[in-house]
């Protein structure tokens, strides 16, 4: 990535989550003030659990006008333990006054992964709206980053990265050997804004390349997340930050 970033650098954990937990509540409050609602697409894993813990203490967002997607979703019913729904819905969902159909869920339970991504583009056309050659443009769209340097389920060498048409597809990813369901790169790409959620000293090495590597996105795919017209932050602790070269 060449054009300069926003990477905000947290001194632990606790300050990166509530700085984040910060930003989605003022994303959202300016949102619903000037255009009536606010869609974020959440990332999944276990990092963005704290945030979401953070959130449902937040008595005074507007839960009725916030309308929740998923990035990306393992190819798993929603009650299972790997599910991101389950999570989402364990740290957040059920704390808080959000009206079921401002609920999106992947229907990840489908036995055909690449039907449930059919049927999850259908959903966002649905709520969406938009002519056909268009993609979405969510509010905001939270991304996590795996030590690998995978975002949402595109991962490094998977078909994922190379679409550039469709809003959902199905990812086979052959170190987990399963399916995965992922929002595409067009559709992260035109997010109003991104936020990556980055902590731990795992994710170091990561990070360092895929901020100031000359790797290509094919390795690195949170490379790839370049956006048309959007504000990219990236929200990361110092342990993450440890490799980055010092703020010029
Ligand atoms: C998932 C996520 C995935 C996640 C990264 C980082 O389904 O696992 O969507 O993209 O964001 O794997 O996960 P952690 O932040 O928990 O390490």
């Known amino acids: 990535m060449s054009a300069a970033h ?18 989605f509540a003022s994303q959202a409050t300016a ?18 659990r704290s945030l979401y ?6 008595r005074s967002l507007p839960w009725d006008k916030i309308y929740f997607f ?3 979703e393992r190819h798993v019913p929603p ?21 079921a159909a401002n609920v999106f869920r992947i229907p990840a339970e489908n036995p055909e992964a690449s039907e449930a ?9 649905q709520f969406f709206n938009m002519p056909a050659k268009e993609f979405p443009r969510f509010d905001l769209v939270l991304l996590g980053m795996g030590p690998d340097g995978h975002t949402a389920s595109l991962f490094p060498g998977t078909s994922a990265l190379q679409e550039g048409s469709r809003w959902v597809v199905s990812n086979w990813v052959d170190k987990f050997k399963t399916d995965r369901i992922t929002l595409t790169l067009p559709v992260l790409n035109n997010a109003a804004v991104v936020m990556f959620l980055v902590s731990g000293q795992d994710k170091a090495s990561p990070l360092k390349h895929v901020i100031e590597g000359k790797e290509s996105g094919e390795l690195y795919p949170s490379k790839l997340i370049q956006l048309v017209d959007g504000e990219l932050i990236w929200m990361v602790d110092r342990a993450a930050a440890a490799q980055l070269a010092p703020a010029a």
Request: proline share 7%.
């Open 31 to 48: 949102a619903v003030r000037s255009r009536g609602r606010f869609t974020v697409a959440l990332s999944g894993g276990s990092t963005p």
């Open 6 to 23: 926003d990477i905000r650098i947290f001194d632990d954990p606790q300050r990166l989550f509530q700085g984040a937990a910060e930003e």
């Open 70 to 72: 998923f990035g990306d």
């Open 79 to 99: 009650d299972s333990p790997e599910s991101n729904y389950r999570m989402v819905r364990e740290s957040l969902l059920s704390k808080v006054p959000s009206p």
């Open 117 to 125: 991504a059919k049927a999850y583009e259908q959903t966002l056309r």
């Open 53 to 58: 813990s953070l959130l449902a203490q937040n």
